[in-house]
Every structure is written in structure tokens, then in C-alpha cells.
């Protein structure tokens, strides 16, 4: 099949705006490929190719090669053209890279460029990626969907998946099990608003730190230790401190979950971009340990010398882990249902300087690759009224609609900054009526655009929820929001009486920004 016509179901997808016609639409295009070419396909639309760390990104792929008259790229063809350009290391690694590139985009429409582009940089914006998908893949081939996910789970790849499903059916994908030295997909926690909402939902719990540091799955096999991100990438090499603690304790084969985190010399936490800068350098690691040094904490354990801990209760992984971690590589717990003693708990996390805390079923399972009802993170939860500077036009559900909002700040006399500084971008917590609304009232104070951003006068203030401050040199004042959402627009307020950027940088000093 051409990639052209991936790439137009691709878009066709991303303009549907429910799940169950995505995944029709899917698993059509999965039967017409067949094994041959659907793993293939899958590769592509779930971003999985994203990660083959193909060195490409967003400044790689200006002034290259006008489009093709006419379609000629197959889809495994160009699955196979991004991995060789993975493949390339060593000198002369990016002439080799540009060389490549440039010869699959010759070959490209533009329709298949614009689709190749997004695949490059992790932007396809479709709503297809693994649990669609996975869904699509069960679909196709008359598979249950709960046989599809736990291999998934298992395999944490959506391609291998699919080639099995395609050609073993249900006992290809039973074949999947825990493997040491093979990670995960994680799991994930869903949010409440405060510990007493959380407790409503678990009922006695567990609660721990939650570190604001990068997540590891540590995997140890003898004396073979790999350690993985959330992102199932491997980072074993840049992280000794991690593999050393995995080292030390007395067992044979272990999977263990936890965080790896850069503290200060008074054990409070340092920035989290100092921790992920150090996790994500490829300088000399001895020198980076000695400059940011990085301390593993543990929470769970999915495996113990040759015992698969996944399916046991939460209660049940913590003792295996305890039995396994001294403390000092354990995040701090409580099991309570005292609320009481659940908000204190919480208050003393915060005051160490840490992100908030996981309350947790410890019946639950190990819900790998799912945001589980067992986990539900509790943060402190900031709030700013800020000024919509702009905003970018959706795709998919949201398409025709002006979605991302451009949050600016009152500059308020700070030089060379004003009046308007902009910290930041959100698309979240914005409801049907909110987009709806916000379009016209954006529209009525439309100054310029162009083919994505529609530029407004600075007059409509929006409260704005978020996490914490983090350091961006991408914006003037040197500050962004993290995980901004919307709460809900404030018509009662004037753009005169929006937050400044004064606020904005007490609130990072009291974070030891």
C-alpha cells in the first residue's frame, strides 16, 4: 500500500471525533494491509517510530526537498527508510542523517510529507496512538481487546503486537510475559483535587511522596542491570547512581518502579530540570554525578527472582519491596483512613519540598500502561488569572475551533518585557461550551493570523490552574507554567487586573527557583 493512503486515513482519523469511529476506521485500513504491511502501519500511527531515535527534529526538517508530483512510497518502504536513518551513528552521522532525509522526502506528496513530518517529531495530532490502536488491532482480527492490552502491556510494543495478533491470533499474544531486562509500560495515576476526594475513591490507602523527579524501571538480572524511562527508553549508562542502588540489593533478578531525582545537599529536591538535564546528557557521566548527583527511590516491585509480582495486591509488592529496599531507598508511606493523619501526611510532604503525594488501593493490581483507579496523585494546585494572547486552531474534535490559548502576564514595569509576557500554553480543561465560546469571543478580537494562530487583543482573562514554575529560556521572563489547565474565564475582571510577572517569580523563589 502507498503511504499516501495511510496518510489520508490518518487525517481522516484525526478529524473523527469519536474513539469508536477511529477505531473502525483503523481497523479497516489494518484488514486491507494484512500481515504484511499492517505492523508496519502500526509502527507509524502510534508513534512508536517516534521513538526509534532517528536524531530528527524540528530543525532537521526545514528547507528540504520540494513535494512529489505523485505517490510512490509504500508503507513498510518508509518504515524501513526510518529506521536506517536511526541506524546512523558515529562521524559524519548527520550529513548521512540529512542525506537520508532528503531522499525519502523527495519521493513524498505533500500530503505524505506533512504526515512524515508530524510522525518525525511525535505531532500527529490523530488520537491513534496506543490504546486506539491496540483497540483497532483487536478489531481486525477478531481478537479480544483484554488479550490485545496485556500483550501490550507486557511487550511495549504496539508493532510486535500487532504482527502477532495478525499472524498467532490469541495464543501468539498469550506467548507475552514479564521479561527481565524488557520494560513495561508503566502505570499511570489518575488525579483528585485534595487527599479527602482521593480517600472517597480508595477507602483506607496507602499514600507516598510523590517526586517530582523522572520516573525509572529498573531491571536487574545478576549482575546486568538496564534502566528505562516512562518512555521505555534506555538510559542505563547515564544514570550509575540508579544501577548501583539496583546493585546493592540482595536479590537475584528484580523489576523495580521508582524515580530517580538530583537532591540538595539538605535532601530537599532541586529543580526538576536540573534532574532532567542530568538524566537525559550524554556527557561524562562520573563528571555529571559529581556536579548533579542523583539519588534512586523505589515504590514498587513487579518481579523477585523469578517471581511475577504485577497481578499481586499493591500491600503485597510493597512488603516484597521492603523485604528487598532498606528505607533510605523507599519512598516514605503511610496506610491510613484517618483523614487526619492522611492531610498531615501530605502537609509534611510538601514542606520536604516535594511534588505532592500517590494515594494508593493496596488491593490494586499493577495496572501496566493504564491510568489505574488505584493510583490517584494528589498536588497542591496554584492559580493565576492571565490574559489570552492568542491561540492555535484545534484538529481532530476540536477542529474549527480555537483550542491551545497563548496565557500572557501583566509585565508591570518589569524593563524590556512589557506589557504582556507570555509564560506558557494550555489546551486543557476547555469543555464543548468553552471552546464554542472562547472561538467567537477570540474571533470578535482577532488582530492578525496565519495559517495556524489567530492573535487577539490582550483583554480576556482566563483563571488558569497549574502545578509549579519551571525555568524556559523559550519565553522572556525565563519562567513557564507546568501542566497549565483551564479553570474557567473571569468576564467579572479586566485585563488591568490580571496577575503580573511579579507573582509569577514568587511563586518560583518559594519553589527554589
Request: hydrophobic share 45%; net charge positive.
Given at each position: 500500500?502507498?503511504?499516501?493512503h495511510?496518510?489520508?486515513?490518518?487525517?481522516?482519523v484525526a478529524?473523527e471525533?469519536?474513539?469508536?469511529?477511529?477505531?473502525?476506521?483503523?481497523a479497516?485500513l489494518?484488514?486491507?494491509?494484512?500481515?504484511?504491511?499492517a505492523?508496519?502501519?502500526?509502527?507509524l500511527?502510534?508513534g512508536e517510530?517516534?521513538r526509534?531515535?532517528t536524531g530528527?527534529?524540528?530543525?532537521?526538517?526545514?528547507?528540504l526537498p520540494p513535494?512529489?508530483?505523485?505517490?510512490s512510497l509504500g508503507v513498510?518502504?518508509t518504515?524501513r527508510a526510518l529506521?536506517?536513518?536511526a541506524?546512523?551513528?558515529?562521524?559524519?552521522a548527520q550529513?548521512?542523517?540529512r542525506?537520508?532525509?532528503t531522499?525519502?522526502?523527495?519521493?513524498?506528496t505533500?500530503?505524505?510529507?506533512?504526515?512524515l513530518?508530524?510522525?518525525?517529531?511525535?505531532?500527529l495530532?490523530?488520537?491513534?496512538?496506543d490504546?486506539?490502536?491496540?483497540?483497532?488491532v483487536?478489531q481486525?482480527?477478531?481478537?479480544?481487546?483484554?488479550?490485545?492490552?496485556?500483550?501490550?502491556?507486557?511487550?511495549?510494543s504496539a508493532?510486535?503486537?500487532a504482527?502477532a495478533a495478525?499472524t498467532?491470533?490469541?495464543?501468539?499474544l498469550?506467548?507475552?510475559?514479564?521479561?527481565?531486562?524488557?520494560?513495561?509500560?508503566?502505570m499511570?495515576?489518575?488525579?483528585?483535587?485534595?487527599?479527602?476526594?482521593?480517600?472517597?475513591?480508595t477507602?483506607?490507602?496507602?499514600?507516598?511522596w510523590?517526586?517530582?523527579g523522572i520516573?525509572v524501571?529498573?531491571?536487574r538480572?545478576?549482575?546486568d542491570?538496564?534502566?528505562?524511562?516512562?518512555?521505555?527508553?534506555d538510559i542505563?549508562a547515564r544514570?550509575?547512581?540508579?544501577?548501583?542502588?539496583?546493585?546493592?540489593l540482595?536479590?537475584?533478578?528484580?523489576?523495580?518502579?521508582?524515580?530517580?531525582?538530583?537532591?540538595?545537599?539538605d535532601?530537599r529536591?532541586?529543580?526538576?530540570?536540573?534532574?532532567?538535564?542530568?538524566t537525559?546528557?550524554r556527557r561524562d557521566p562520573?563528571?555529571?554525578?559529581?556536579?548533579v548527583?542523583?539519588?534512586a527511590?523505589?515504590?514498587?516491585?513487579l518481579?523477585?527472582?523469578?517471581?511475577?509480582?504485577?497481578?499481586?495486591p499493591g500491600?503485597?509488592?510493597?512488603?516484597?519491596?521492603?523485604?528487598?529496599?532498606?528505607?533510605?531507598?523507599?519512598?516514605?508511606r503511610?496506610?491510613?483512613?484517618?483523614r487526619?493523619?492522611?492531610?498531615?501526611?501530605?502537609?509534611?510532604?510538601?514542606?520536604l519540598?516535594?511534588?505532592g503525594v500517590?494515594v494508593?488501593?493496596?488491593?490494586?493490581g499493577y495496572?501496566?500502561?493504564r491510568?489505574?483507579?488505584?493510583w490517584?496523585?494528589v498536588?497542591?494546585?496554584h492559580?493565576?488569572d492571565?490574559?489570552?494572547?492568542?491561540a492555535e486552531?484545534?484538529?481532530?474534535?476540536r477542529?474549527?475551533?480555537?483550542?491551545?490559548?497563548?496565557?500572557?502576564a501583566?509585565?508591570?514595569?518589569?524593563?524590556?518585557?512589557g506589557p504582556?509576557v507570555m509564560?506558557?500554553?494550555?489546551f486543557?480543561g476547555?469543555?464543548?461550551?468553552i471552546?464554542?465560546?472562547?472561538?467567537g469571543?477570540?474571533?470578535?478580537?482577532?488582530?492578525?493570523r496565519d495559517?495556524?494562530?489567530?492573535?487577539v487583543?490582550?483583554?480576556?482573562?482566563?483563571?488558569?490552574?497549574f502545578d509549579?514554575?519551571q525555568?524556559s529560556p523559550?519565553y522572556?521572563?525565563?519562567?513557564a507554567?507546568?501542566?497549565?489547565?483551564v479553570l474557567r474565564?473571569?468576564?467579572?475582571?479586566?485585563?488591568?487586573e490580571a496577575?503580573?510577572?511579579?507573582?509569577?517569580?514568587?511563586?518560583?523563589a518559594?519553589?527554589?527557583l
Amino acid at each position: 500500500m502507498l503511504l499516501r493512503h495511510l496518510a489520508l486515513v490518518s487525517r481522516a482519523v484525526a478529524d473523527e471525533p469519536g474513539r469508536r469511529a477511529k477505531t473502525a476506521l483503523l481497523a479497516d485500513l489494518l484488514r486491507e494491509l494484512g500481515p504484511a504491511e499492517a505492523p508496519a502501519a502500526v509502527s507509524l500511527l502510534s508513534g512508536e517510530s517516534h521513538r526509534l531515535r532517528t536524531g530528527i527534529g524540528p530543525a532537521s526538517l526545514r528547507d528540504l526537498p520540494p513535494a512529489a508530483a505523485g505517490p510512490s512510497l509504500g508503507v513498510r518502504e518508509t518504515e524501513r527508510a526510518l529506521e536506517r536513518i536511526a541506524e546512523v551513528h558515529g562521524a559524519g552521522a548527520q550529513a548521512e542523517r540529512r542525506r537520508l532525509l532528503t531522499g525519502l522526502f523527495e519521493r513524498a506528496t505533500e500530503a505524505e510529507q506533512g504526515f512524515l513530518r508530524a510522525v518525525l517529531i511525535g505531532e500527529l495530532r490523530q488520537g491513534a496512538l496506543d490504546a486506539v490502536v491496540a483497540d483497532a488491532v483487536a478489531q481486525a482480527t477478531g481478537v479480544p481487546a483484554a488479550a490485545v492490552r496485556r500483550a501490550l502491556m507486557f511487550r511495549g510494543s504496539a508493532r510486535a503486537v500487532a504482527e502477532a495478533a495478525l499472524t498467532g491470533g490469541v495464543p501468539a499474544l498469550d506467548a507475552f510475559r514479564l521479561e527481565v531486562g524488557r520494560p513495561v509500560r508503566p502505570m499511570l495515576a489518575a488525579s483528585a483535587p485534595d487527599v479527602a476526594s482521593a480517600l472517597d475513591r480508595t477507602g483506607p490507602a496507602a499514600l507516598e511522596w510523590k517526586l517530582d523527579g523522572i520516573r525509572v524501571q529498573v531491571h536487574r538480572d545478576g549482575q546486568d542491570v538496564a534502566v528505562f524511562t516512562r518512555g521505555l527508553e534506555d538510559i542505563t549508562a547515564r544514570v550509575p547512581e540508579v544501577a548501583e542502588a539496583a546493585l546493592s540489593l540482595p536479590v537475584r533478578s528484580a523489576v523495580l518502579d521508582g524515580e530517580a531525582i538530583a537532591l540538595a545537599p539538605d535532601g530537599r529536591p532541586r529543580p526538576f530540570q536540573e534532574t532532567a538535564a542530568r538524566t537525559s546528557s550524554r556527557r561524562d557521566p562520573g563528571r555529571l554525578r559529581t556536579e548533579v548527583p542523583l539519588s534512586a527511590y523505589f515504590f514498587d516491585l513487579l518481579h523477585r527472582d523469578g517471581d511475577d509480582l504485577v497481578n499481586r495486591p499493591g500491600r503485597e509488592r510493597w512488603s516484597a519491596l521492603a523485604e528487598s529496599a532498606p528505607a533510605g531507598l523507599r519512598v516514605a508511606r503511610v496506610e491510613t483512613g484517618d483523614r487526619a493523619r492522611a492531610l498531615a501526611f501530605f502537609r509534611e510532604t510538601l514542606a520536604l519540598g516535594h511534588e505532592g503525594v500517590l494515594v494508593k488501593d493496596p488491593a490494586a493490581g499493577y495496572a501496566a500502561g493504564r491510568r489505574g483507579a488505584g493510583w490517584i496523585k494528589v498536588k497542591p494546585r496554584h492559580t493565576l488569572d492571565l490574559v489570552v494572547l492568542a491561540a492555535e486552531w484545534g484538529s481532530g474534535r476540536r477542529r474549527g475551533f480555537l483550542s491551545n490559548l497563548h496565557l500572557g502576564a501583566r509585565a508591570a514595569g518589569e524593563p524590556g518585557l512589557g506589557p504582556w509576557v507570555m509564560l506558557g500554553k494550555t489546551f486543557k480543561g476547555l469543555t464543548d461550551e468553552i471552546l464554542a465560546w472562547q472561538t467567537g469571543e477570540l474571533l470578535a478580537r482577532e488582530v492578525e493570523r496565519d495559517a495556524y494562530i489567530v492573535r487577539v487583543r490582550p483583554e480576556l482573562v482566563v483563571e488558569i490552574a497549574f502545578d509549579g514554575v519551571q525555568r524556559s529560556p523559550r519565553y522572556p521572563a525565563g519562567l513557564a507554567l507546568r501542566f497549565a489547565r483551564v479553570l474557567r474565564y473571569r468576564t467579572d475582571k479586566s485585563a488591568d487586573e490580571a496577575d503580573t510577572v511579579a507573582t509569577v517569580r514568587r511563586i518560583a523563589a518559594a519553589e527554589g527557583l
